[in-house]
């Protein structure tokens, strides 16, 4: 299956792996207001399609993963309408974080400004190893808007996260692993290397993959204890349990059915 947006590409392969391709090369795929939009669309699109298991995000061409948020718009931008603009952002990045399905960026390049915040916003960072990340807001006069004060801060704690973001300065891709901002960074396609990583996590069980992002993202609430019991619960009574527990007992693969 594939569809075609104004800005980006959507794919999706046999094996239920879609892939999101940010498509502005001649802008570094820089992220203006249709494409935020299209973006929101696809992943609203991606979260009820039963048959995509999991979802690889990367930017075309081979220079950027996304060079930020469009700077001719910011410019635009007053107190109200910045606000506005910072909210949108935000709410489209909490809407790729709340897939319950594996989203894997893959960084073929730079990922600054808007572009680190999207592959902070997805669940594992694949990064080629040209990749820069950076968060230059501050050279603009700007902060981080759509979310990276929040998430670069809690991948890499806070110390790091503001040198970064009060510097401005770019991390190359090694630097970036060290830091726990990138999970692993390859010499190969990027996106080959996210789709490897995803076929691992998918011989898992489905329910169990999909509670287990749940029950990570609440690690950052007062709740996060009580949700890990609950989901914990849940997944006890499933057939996947009994499949995963009895396949091991009976030292064979277990052939998981999401159910
Ligand atoms: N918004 C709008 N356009 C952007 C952009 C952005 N964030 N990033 C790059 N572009 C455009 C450039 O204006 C240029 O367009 P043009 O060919 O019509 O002039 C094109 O993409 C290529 O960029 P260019 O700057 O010529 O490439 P480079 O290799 O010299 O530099 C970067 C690459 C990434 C270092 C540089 O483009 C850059 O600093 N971009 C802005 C990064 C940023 O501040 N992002 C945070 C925004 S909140």
Redesign the pocket.
Known sequence: MSQSYQSILFETDDHGIATVTINRP???N?LNDNLLNELADVFKAIQVNEDIEAVIVTGAGDK?FV??????E?RELDNRSGRMASQKGQQIFQLIEDTRKPVVAAVNG?A???GAELAMACHLRIASDNAAFGL??V??G?IPGYGGTQRLTQLVGRSRALEMILTGKQVKADEAQQMGLVNDVTKEDAAEAARSLIKKILKNGPIAIRNAIKAVYHADHQSGYQVEADLFGQLCETEDVMEGTSAFLEKRKPDFKGK
């Open positions: 001649d802008k570094l820089a950027a060079a930020g948020a469009d700077i001719s910011l730079y600054l400004g808007g230059p807001e050279g603009l700007l």
